[in-house]
């Protein structure tokens, strides 16, 4: 009955939040590596952000709300596959020298999307979200450090790591 | 900086995260060394095969749909009955009703010893310059009138000398900003001086007793008159007479 206007708070959200749900899905999609637990991850983090909107003071809003969508993937995550927290990539296993190849065909090899896709999603969750972040949103160190709560230094071994990884998977697909 | 070193910040140099210092002593060594510029090559090509096969998903629009919906529902369940203007129309009420009620009870506690005070130097001082009485008789009867055009109000005037409460006189005094009665009795050299006023409320109170500074106060309220008695008179005795006054 005090009501003046329809919830500034919620069109203030829309304007400043909003507007990276494709790079909340994405992140969620990659660490969930389903749909289904992908929307439900992000339709979780958004009312989480929405309540928790005016304890949001920075300017950053992209990277507040991707560390909500990650924090509530992880949870998710533990909660529907609590082996998957547990996998660690097996570096013995793909040995650790990546084959010295021309750096032509492991770009040939990896043309389709859907097999980029699958090789990211056979690295270890942590590796997922600094590859996702850092190569498909475009995120500094200091960003994907923030994001994970991790410090930097931390991101950048994790991101050569991944890369490692990466780097053989594509290069033993055929 | 040396091979091993440089190899491990390939990646950040990769990724434009170095400073410039860094970039320089980096793009020395890969002129020199096979091996890092090999790697170098490789990080940039899968960087390449990452951002032109365009891997990223983006969010179906039935997940947007649903978001916009349920954020709507939250909105709507969190801030009907809490909108910013009922929290602060009832913030603002709370906090009226506590400023008046702690702005009259300031006030009635500060004005109560203001007055206590007020009676106080008003006995010292009519013992101290021989002013004890305006019209110095035991006979109530000559006080009582004796106050006739000099206050707005007739006081009650009585003297309890059959009760050891001889009636010593009367005066006019001044007592938080009104003229007012000033009647004083006598136990063995003991003087008691009794103030009253008209009471600014309308009920009654029955006496109550204060010490300040070595001296007893009663104060009490009746039939629309205040009363203050005060005494260096021991408080059994004032009792006594005080039992007497507001019979």
């Known amino acids: 009955m005090f009501r003046l206007t329809e919830s500034p708070r919620l069109s203030e959200f829309e304007r400043k939040v909003l507007p990276h749900l494709d790079a909340a899905y994405n992140l969620a999609r990659f660490l969930m590596r389903n749909e289904q637990d992908a929307e439900d991850a992000v339709q979780e983090a958004s009312l989480r952000a929405f309540r928790f909107f005016d304890s949001f003071r920075g300017e950053n809003s992209r990277g507040w709300f991707l560390s909500i969508v990650r924090n509530t993937s992880f949870t998710l995550m533990k909660k ?80 050569a790591r991944a890369r490692r990884q990466l780097q053989l998977i594509l290069s033993q697909t055929k | 900086m040396n091979h091993h070193e440089i190899r491990e910040l390939l990646h950040a140099y990769a990724d434009d995260e170095l400073d410039l210092v860094n970039v320089r002593e980096i793009e020395q060594h890969l002129r020199a060394c096979d091996e890092c510029r090999r790697i170098e090559e490789q990080i940039r090509a899968l960087r390449h095969a990452l951002n032109n096969d365009a891997p990223a998903y983006r969010a179906p629009a039935r997940l947007r749909r649903n978001i916009r919906a349920a954020l709507r529902r939250e909105a709507k369940a969190t801030e009907r009955n809490f909108s910013p203007w009922f929290v602060f ?102 003087p008691i001086n009794v103030f009253i006023m008209p009471a600014t409320g309308s009920s009654d109170s029955s006496p109550a007793l204060s010490n300040r500074r070595g001296y007893n106060l009663f104060h009490w309220t009746r039939r629309g008159m205040e009363y203050w008695a005060i005494s260096n008179l021991n408080e059994a005795e004032l009792r006594q007479f005080i039992a007497l006054l507001a019979r």
Do not use: C
Request: proline share 4%; aromatic share 8%; hydrophobic share 45%.
């Open chain 1, 80 to 159: 529907r596959d609590p082996e998957e927290m547990n996998v660690v990539f097996d570096e013995e296993l793909h040995s650790g020298q990546v084959p010295m190849m021309d750096a032509g065909i492991a770009l040939d090899r990896a043309q389709d999307r859907q097999t980029v896709r699958a090789a990211i999603e056979q690295l270890p969750p942590e590796f997922r979200e600094a590859i996702t972040l850092r190569e498909l949103e475009g995120a500094s160190y200091k960003e994907i450090a923030d994001i994970a709560g991790v410090p930097i230094g931390t991101v950048m071994s994790r991101l």
């Open chain 2, 89 to 190: 129309a009832t913030g603002a009420a709370f906090a009226l009703i506590l400023f008046v009620f702690v702005f009259f009870q300031t006030n009635r506690a500060s004005r109560g010893n203001a007055i206590v005070d007020q009676v106080v130097d008003n006995h010292v001082r009519s013992l101290l310059a021989t002013h004890l009485v305006d019209v110095a008789s035991s006979d109530q009867h000559t006080v009582k009138p004796w106050f006739d055009g000099k206050v707005d109000f007739a006081p009650d005037v009585h003297d309890f000398a059959m009760s050891g409460f001889p009636l010593f006189g009367g005066r006019l005094d001044y007592l938080d900003g009104k003229t007012v009665v000033a009647l004083v009795y006598q136990r063995n050299k003991h």
